[in-house]
């Protein structure tokens, strides 16, 4: 098509977006794609990688403590803040080179732009007023952080973006949320020395995980020292000489010196042009696409985030390449999102995969439980007082695991296996017949013999 400046245009240089702009290039496309902030997406810029780095190094606290136990005399410890955040900088910066000189290699044309759509073949380039037209377009922007506009001195709490960049380190912390990525940074605000709560409206922190989990993840950032707070939230927060007051609905007053808020994120669609092109969208603005990923409009496709799927950087990477394997490759597949493995990485680590015990008994009614709770052997000589959990589900008719759930150190390596297994439709007899790996803490979950609990509801 001569007409068409590209065969695609990109909109948005994250995960899901850069593998689609590769994967077709590499099938000839001529690919164009434009990212406003940094190439590698929320992932790498300001997600998964720095969370992951940051989760390192609010480890240690416990780990020279844990060290005493093993005869290691550990000398004064002292944390730099400045030098963490350098390091950590560097090495995204190191990541972003890599995907940028990726896609060129790859033969894509690159725009450090703004992109917003002006119909369902045009795309307007922001920094340089320009208008290209492209056969197709793949929006993959991604989400953004939901903020409380309504809330009295909501203009002093900052989000994940800010916290990765604070000037100091805050001596106090309150993080609003109970998801996964507000137990991640209570973890890592409460490792790396600061005096941290979690506040949570809800009943029990990360809602739509199985029971057992949350209620244990608890009660060990607890013994953690973190002070978490189930069913309330902020009222109003201030500013004040010694920092931030907030007042809670319950009329708690938490002082901080940052309050982050982790209430949950929105799909970025916001002055995209969706309504110029006639791109559907959900009511919580999610773009609506059908298992290929196409919008309604037939030229435009959305993967990631916007569509409010899954949102995890595994599953926008495969629904971008299966986009651009279907569309440009004469290979046509469409991302499963059933059975996915997920790790949180919270202080313990959860790795979890198929569904919860709640789930369980509503969709099959009769379930066995396998549960052991135990404290880690490491901990023996360490002294520390932190148990682990394992957890295993059961169809008793058929044998076959419905989920799996791990709380403890390594949890996230584990559920990427166990995911394998499930994913396989492996059974308990399966597991039973696996020799165990000794001495590990997974072994546990080839050696529970009976239920601790038979459902039958
Ligand atoms: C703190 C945090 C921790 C996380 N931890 C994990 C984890 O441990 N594991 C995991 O799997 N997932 C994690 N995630 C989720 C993961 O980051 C996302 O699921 C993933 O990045 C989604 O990829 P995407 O391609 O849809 O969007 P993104 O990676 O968000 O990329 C979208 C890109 O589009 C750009 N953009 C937006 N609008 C425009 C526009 N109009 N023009 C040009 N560019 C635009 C943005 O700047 C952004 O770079 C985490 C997220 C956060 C916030």
């Not at 992951?52 to 136990?69: I, M, N, P, R």
């Not at 439709?425 to 696996?434: E, R």
């Amino acid at each position: 098509m001569t007409d068409f400046d590209y065969d695609l245009f990109v909109i948005g240089g994250g995960s899901g977006g850069v593998r689609a702009a590769r994967i077709a290039a590499g099938y000839g496309a001529r690919v164009g794609i434009a990212e406003e902030y940094r190439y590698g997406g929320t992932c790498v810029i300001r997600g998964c990688v720095p969370k992951k780095l940051f989760v390192y190094a609010s480890k240690f606290s416990e780990e020279f403590e844990d060290a005493a136990g093993f005869g290691w005399q550990v000398g004064e410890r002292q944390f730099d803040w400045e030098k963490l955040i350098d390091a950590k900088d560097r090495e995204i910066a190191r990541l972003e080179g890599v995907y940028r000189r990726n896609l060129e290699r790859a033969g894509v044309e690159l725009f450090d732009s703004r992109a917003v759509l002006e119909d369902e073949h045009t795309v307007h380039i922001l920094s340089d007023d320009r208008r290209v037209r492209a056969k197709t377009i793949l929006i993959a922007v991604g989400a953004t952080p939901n903020v409380d506009a309504g809330l009295p001195g909501g203009e002093h709490v900052i989000t994940s973006n800010e916290a990765f960049h604070l000037a100091d380190f805050p001596k106090r912390v309150v993080v609003a949320g109970g998801g996964y990525i507000a137990v991640e940074f209570a973890g890592i605000f409460n490792g790396l020395g600061a005096e941290t709560t979690l506040l949570y409206r809800g009943e029990e922190i990360l809602r739509g995980f199985d029971g057992d989990l949350r209620k244990m993840l608890h009660e060990e950032m607890e013994r953690k020292g973190i002070r978490v707070i189930c069913g309330d939230t902020f009222a109003s927060i201030e500013k004040g000489p010694d920092g931030l007051i907030g007042q809670t609905q319950a009329g708690e007053t938490l002082a901080a010196d940052r309050i982050m808020f982790a209430i949950g994120r929105r799909p970025n669609t916001s002055g995209l042009g969706l309504e110029a092109a006639g791109v559907a969208v959900s009511a919580s603005g999610a773009i609506e696409v059908d298992e290929t990923s196409r919008t309604n409009v037939p030229s435009i496709y959305a993967v990631g985030d916007v569509t409010d799927r899954v949102n995890l950087t595994p599953v926008a990477i495969r629904e971008g390449h299966a986009f651009a394997d279907t569309v440009f490759g004469g290979k046509p597949w469409s991302t499963d999102h059933d059975m996915i493995p997920t790790a949180v990485f919270s202080q313990p680590e959860i790795g979890t995969v198929g569904l919860t015990q709640e789930e369980a008994v509503a969709c099959y009614g009769a379930v066995d439980v396998y549960r052991a709770a135990f404290r880690p052997m490491k901990h023996t000589l360490s002294g520390r007082e932190e148990k682990m959990l394992m957890k295993m589900l059961v169809e008793p008719d058929s044998d076959r695991v419905l989920g799996v759930h791990v709380l403890g150190a390594d949890a996230g390596e584990l559920s990427q296996v166990l995911g394998v297994a499930l994913r396989m439709g492996a059974t308990k007899a399966d597991f039973d017949s696996t020799m165990a790996v000794h001495p590990t803490a997974a072994e546990e979950l080839v050696t529970m013999r009976e239920p601790s609990e038979r459902i039958r509801a």
